[in-house]
T-cell receptor
């Protein structure tokens, strides 16, 4: 089945620094990738949708200048948390949609636990 | 009203029992529905998807969809302790792109 590789699985960074999270589709072309954030005991909240070769679409309330998304190829999307602060500590998960068999297409990466100290 | 609502948990069932998880949605035009299982600290994994009214069975899991009532459920037969997790109901937007998730129902299967 479709596999999405997400790295790193966890990261600790100092307040004010930037962190990049990578999401790769290993055996399919991901025309669309979704980035979610999940706080403890809460559900997934969609942050943004990215389509290969175009600008990401951010959900209301998500700062596009703080959460930079790049989807430069059909197999790679990155999320950069810029000038991270403790309140950005969360579980970030990407999801890729297989452009061929889109009905099945929502495969999740393994997630990145970000802790900002 | 939330777009996707799940029955409040936590839900606790004994091993071997049937666990019933329920979900309602507000967008009447929604066509695709998904159930994900999420273990603590892990990302969600797809359990079932259903598009047509009625039942869909896969092993111990049965998804039920009633579009008229805007209701989708997941039944887990012969529940096992390994089924203990949070179950997320997800509905695809009418536009056919984004998934909207419910808050999740935490299930505990007691040995």
């Amino acid at each position: 089945g479709a596999v999405v590789s997400q790295h790193p699985s966890w990261v600790i960074c100092k307040s004010g620094t930037s962190v990049k999270i990578e999401c790769r589709s290993l055996d399919f072309q991901a025309t669309t990738m979704f980035w979610y954030r999940q706080f403890p005991k809460q559900s997934l909240m969609l942050m943004a949708t990215s389509n290969e070769g175009s600008k990401a679409t951010y959900e209301q309330g998500v700062e596009k200048d703080k959460f930079l998304i790049n989807h430069a190829s059909l197999t790679l999307s990155t999320l950069t948390v810029t000038s991270a602060h403790p309140e950005d500590s969360s579980f970030y998960i990407c999801s890729a949609r297989d452009g061929v068999s889109a009905v099945y297409g929502y495969t999740f990466g393994s997630g990145t636990r970000l802790t900002v100290v | 009203q939330k777009e996707v609502e799940q029955n409040s948990g936590p839900l606790s069932v004994p091993e071997g029992a049937i666990a019933s998880l329920n979900c309602t949605y507000s967008d009447r035009g929604s066509q695709s529905f998904f159930w994900y299982r999420q273990y603590s600290g892990k990302s969600p994994e797809l359990i079932m998807f259903i598009y047509s009214n009625g039942d869909k069975e896969d092993g111990r899991f049965t998804a039920q969809l009633n579009k008229a009532s805007q209701y989708v459920s997941l039944l887990i037969r012969d529940s096992q302790p390994s089924d203990s997790a949070t179950y997320l109901c997800a509905v695809m937007e009418t536009s056919g792109s984004r998934l909207t998730f419910g808050e999740g129902t935490q299930l505990t299967v007691n040995p």
